[in-house]
């Protein structure tokens, strides 16, 4: 079966967004308490200072944070964006190193992990596309590419049992995708009902040879 590298033109774009909490504290003076006017006063401006202060590194602190966040993700797109140049260019190997480095700076990005798990196929190497697809489907188990991917390495492993599962699960997802049904989904009912023929060969072959072996 010839499986084609088919979603190497859909880049993820991500929409980060940092949310924080910024605790603010009190000061509650006790009653009775021996502290002059001024006394009192210089400690408000203190502490309006330190708020001030303690504002400012927050300030700088969440920009910086989200500065770093946008750089990984700018810079993971594009490894990402040379990896789909190489896998359009059949140099798989090099795309999935690429696909690694920016798997290191965004490890959730499912459609990286689709796409490195389609070139792994196209390695013959079905066992390490079989987790990166199910690092894709954990990602974004709402997505029947990944799913799709996940078949197709589930047969290259011999896995039919579960490979129907998967297909099973994307045409769910997406009942109008024709090649699901009619291809996916048909080649491994196929393969299921040609292994159970089989099966059935064989089992009746070893009791034909048991009863011929079988003293009198």
Do not use: C
């Not at 999935?96 to 920016?102: G, I, L, P, S």
């Not at 499912?110 to 798990?117: C, D, F, S």
């Not at 393969?191 to 072996?213: F, M, P, Q, R």
């Amino acid at each position: 079966m010839s499986i084609e590298i088919s979603h190497f033109l859909f880049p993820r774009q991500y929409n980060l967004s940092h949310k924080s909490k910024m605790t603010t504290f009190g000061w509650k003076r006790k009653s009775g308490e021996n502290i002059s006017k001024d006394v009192s006063r210089k400690f408000s401006a203190d502490s309006e200072v330190e708020f001030t202060r303690n504002d400012t590194w927050l300030e700088r602190f969440k920009r910086r944070k989200k500065d770093d966040e946008e750089n990984k993700r700018l810079k993971s797109e594009e490894f990402k964006t040379e990896g789909v140049r190489l896998a359009q260019l059949n140099r798989f190997e090099e795309a999935v190193r690429e696909w690694d480095k920016a798997l290191n700076l965004m490890p959730r990005d499912e459609k990286i992990l689709e796409m490195k798990a389609q070139a792994l196929l196209e390695l013959n190497t079905p066992f390490p596309a079989l987790q990166a697809a199910e690092r894709a489907v954990k990602v974004n188990p709402q997505w029947w590419v990944a799913y799709q991917t996940l078949g197709r390495a589930q047969l290259g492993i011999g896995d039919l049992k579960m490979a129907k599962i998967s297909f099973s699960k994307a045409i769910h997802l997406n009942p109008s995708e024709t090649e699901l049904w009619e291809e996916d989904l048909k080649w491994t009912l196929n393969l299921i009902e040609e292994k159970a023929k089989l099966d059935a060969e064989v089992a009746a072959n070893e009791k034909e040879l048991n009863i011929e072996t079988k003293p009198a």
